[in-house]
């Protein structure tokens, strides 16, 4: 899968709310998964997966269709395939 990272502003646009409405969802959202946090510290700024917000808004109510869909985006991440031996 490819990943597609938004700023805080892409973010906003793509969902329609302003920055403050958006840190609220967070607290909603898996860091890893929908979101990462590129540095560290309080100032470090989010960047957020298109891809897995764009499921959660089309999904939100049906929350096992967005669950499948957090478990294949894991599987899809480098750390989520295994190891051929």
């Known amino acids: 899968m490819q990943v597609n990272l938004l700023t805080t502003d892409e ?5 329609r709310c302003k920055p403050d409405a958006l840190k609220g969802l967070r607290g ?3 860091q890893g998964v929908h979101y990462v946090r590129r540095g560290k510290g309080p100032t470090a700024p989010f960047l957020y997966i298109r891809e897995m917000i764009l499921d959660w808004l089309v999904n939100q109510d049906a929350p096992e269709t967005h669950q499948a869909a957090i478990e294949n985006f894991r599987r899809s991440l480098p750390s989520g395939k295994r190891r051929r031996r």
Do not use: P
Request: glycine share 0%; net charge negative; hydrophobic share 60%.
């Open 11 to 15: 973010a906003c646009e793509l969902l």
């Open 28 to 30: 909603n959202w898996i």
